[in-house]
């Protein structure tokens, strides 16, 4: 949201959020990696408001909605955005590991695989 931020300082903000309220899908990555502020999440809020029921928004997080409350920094803020993304929403949950995780393990099971391979041949 920092682009947000940055146009409220400059005074085009309703600009901004018009641009960002216009695209048919919208997709926002890793809600809650990064806690927002009180402004930051009423700048959010004000996005979710705009596009509410008239375009589509696709949200990842490791966060669950009642965890938002955390990201938002404001319990309010927090349920008037739940409130507008859980209305016409289709929630899909998927568990187990990731797959950057899943494919760097296998990375460094292949790697020790080859270092046991090259001390074995070298001892023989």
């Known amino acids: 949201m920092s682009s947000s931020k940055k146009a409220h300082f400059e005074n085009r903000l309703p600009d901004k959020l018009r641009v960002l309220a216009k695209y048919k899908m919208l997709i926002i990555d890793e809600i809650g990696y990064l806690p927002m502020d009180i402004q930051g999440a009423n700048l959010f809020f004000q996005l979710i408001a705009r596009r509410y029921e008239k375009t589509s928004t696709v949200f990842t997080s490791n966060k669950t909605f ?59």
Request: hydrophobic share 35%; glycine share 2%.
């Open 66 to 124: 009642s965890q938002w409350n955390e990201v938002f920094a404001d319990v309010t803020i927090a349920s008037a955005i739940l409130d507008r993304v859980l209305h016409h929403c289709t929630v899909i949950n998927i568990k187990g590991e990731s797959y950057r995780l899943k494919e760097r393990k296998e990375f460094m099971r292949q790697k020790q695989h080859i270092v046991n391979t090259l001390f074995e041949q070298s001892s023989t």
